[in-house]
């Protein structure tokens, strides 16, 4: 029989509902919980208001949950986002800031390299895994660093949680592509769901029959991956489990299209975010409150039962440990692919304050990638030549920004009119300007140097990786008494993996070590160790005689 313990949430004004008590739900001692992530999109669905799209599979979802519709990312991009998403900390922090660290043919001699946090901050699956979930992952990881072997129970495209022991609680990601950047080229020729004439042109877009069919391509892949979406819950009704699992939606970043991936304003971070309760429980409430990704690792924890580490700067969100709302949430913009930038903002829920460390520098950057595989932002640059784009489509193409912008979300959600120079707003600048100063001190921003000056990312590999080199985890050492082994590593803050006679449930998987183990006579015991951003170490082996 299931524990369930008694979760106090949401009062009725802060979920949008006509209840003035506080709601209450249950949940397992243990839930299983299943997140589905996908790629690149701001929150473009039916259940978010866009009337021309259709994505049934995440409209009920949201109809039977909660959905969050201040929702943000912690970067415009990939990696630095889910650097942030997997620790618990913002990557500008922690030396995941530059999009990507295992980028290659960097300047100054700069070699593909990996993020290096505090000794002891881990993966939260691993935590996940510490407490007795089978955690998968099916199947990016894109972390900044290599995903330790201590990360996951399975890690790949056949991940899955129909594959744990029996009676082991799950956590499970599926990471669903279809909406990624790269696919705008890639499914050209795939059928599309919306005409080109039915969407909706954002004002920072010219109104020209390429960019309609980027937009209309964009909007046919999230109606794809919602029936991929769609093919994953079923999965879970079918084992009977939909209703004791908790479910989570939610994007890596905002849109992919030309000036909404990459940036840190509302087209770049502001994503989709839905979670359903075990039973429907609190069936269709819309929660206001600010939200960072940044929170998600201490919100599953915490509603796993697992205490938040004290180094998570992500705070809880839902659950009976849920921390006082944001205020603020914070993005930031380094490195992208081979275009060097610094860019930080802070958002209230009516203003967004933007600083850019490179004034000098525009806007628009020449990403090949993007170039490549977005059919209209070639467009833009042959509409901009041609001197076809309008004051406001310019703006991005401007041959130099301000150092301090800021834009009133509320009535302008496109941020196309910066109002930091007015005087009326004098106050609120320098109020979120203050805000921004003290987040990027407490988290010891890798952007700048301890005396204020922009810090370059060669000093910033070369403070992680001395030489350039990449540090390397000390191999386990393993003590014998009687039949118990005891596995210890020197490296500070090192996670320990182990496998007996070469296999842990299977020959690929290993197991997570954190007591003891008991050996049967004959047996070998293999175990190797790994910090975050460290090579892993040797392997160690003992055999029981």
């Not at 949401?10 to 509902?17: D, K, R, T």
């Not at 208001?49 to 990939?78: C, H, I």
């Not at 081979?338 to 203003?351: A, F, G, I, N």
């Not at 590593?489 to 954190?514: D, M, P």
Request: hydrophobic share 35%; proline share 7%; aromatic share 8%.
């Amino acid at each position: 029989m299931k524990k369930y313990k008694i979760l106090f949430v949401l009062s009725g004004a802060a979920a949008g509902c006509s209840v003035h008590e506080k709601q209450k739900f249950q949940l397992p001692e243990k839930p299983n919980i299943l997140i589905i992530s996908c790629e690149d999109i701001s929150p473009d669905l039916g259940c978010y208001g866009n009337k021309l799209v259709k994505t049934p599979n995440l409209d009920r979802l949201a109809a039977e949950g909660l959905r969050f519709t201040q929702a943000f990312t912690t970067a415009g991009v990939s990696a630095p986002s889910r650097c942030a998403m997997i620790t618990g900390m913002y990557a500008s922090g922690i030396g995941g800031n530059c999009m990507r660290t295992s980028a290659k043919n960097l300047p100054d001699g700069i070699p593909p390299y990996e993020a290096v946090p505090p000794a002891d901050v881990k993966c939260y699956s691993e935590l996940l895994r510490k407490a007795g979930y089978y955690c998968t992952n099916n199947e990016k990881t894109d972390y900044q660093f290599t995903s330790p072997i201590t990360a996951w129970d399975e890690c790949s495209r056949q991940a899955h949680w129909r594959n744990r022991p029996k009676g082991k609680p799950f956590f499970a990601i599926f990471n669903i592509i279809t909406t990624h950047e790269s696919q705008i080229s890639y499914r050209k020729n795939s059928p599309l769901s919306y005409h080109d004439k039915d969407v909706s042109i954002p004002p920072y877009y010219p109104d020209d029959s390429i960019v309609r069919r980027d937009i209309a391509r964009n909007l046919s892949n999230i109606t794809v991956m919602d029936r991929e979406a769609g093919m994953i819950l079923q999965q879970l009704k079918d084992d009977g489990l939909y209703d004791s699992t908790i479910i989570i939606f939610y994007s890596d970043h905002g849109g992919p299209l030309p000036r909404q991936k990459r940036e840190v304003v509302e087209s770049g971070t502001h994503i989709p975010l839905i979670i359903r309760l075990p039973k429907a429980q609190l069936a269709g409430t819309v929660i206001d409150e600010l939200v960072s990704m940044v929170d998600l690792p201490p919100t599953i924890l915490s509603l796993a039962g697992i205490k938040k580490p004290s180094y998570m700067q992500g705070q809880i969100f839902l659950g009976p440990h849920k921390e006082k709302p944001r205020e603020y949430v914070f993005a930031a913009r380094d490195r992208m692919d081979t275009e060097y930038d610094m860019v930080r903002s802070v958002r209230d829920k009516k203003y967004l304050y933007v600083r850019n460390f490179h004034p000098e520098l525009p806007y628009y950057q020449n990403i090949q990638f993007r170039i490549n595989n977005i059919p209209m932002m070639k467009r833009l640059l042959e509409l901009k030549e041609a001197g076809k784009l309008d004051s406001l489509q310019m703006i991005w193409f401007a041959p130099t920004k301000p150092a301090e912008q800021l834009y009133d979300v509320e009535n302008d959600p496109h941020t196309l009119y910066d109002i930091a120079a007015k005087p009326e707003n004098a106050a609120i600048v320098k109020r979120m300007r203050k805000v921004l100063d003290r987040w990027m001190k407490d988290i010891n921003d890798q952007g700048l140097n301890k005396d204020g000056s922009l810090k370059t990312e060669k000093q910033l590999v070369w403070e992680m990786w001395p030489g350039g080199v990449q540090p390397v985890t000390e191999k386990p050492q393993i003590s014998l008494k009687n039949n118990v082994a005891t596995i210890t590593c020197n490296t500070t803050g090192a996670s320990i993996a182990y496998q007996i006679n070469g296999k842990g449930l299977n020959e690929k998987h290993w197991f997570l070590y954190s007591a003891p183990v008991a050996l049967n006579k004959g047996d070998t015991l293999t175990a190797v160790a790994i910090r975050i951003g460290y090579k892993q170490s040797e392997k160690s082996e003992i055999v029981y005689q």
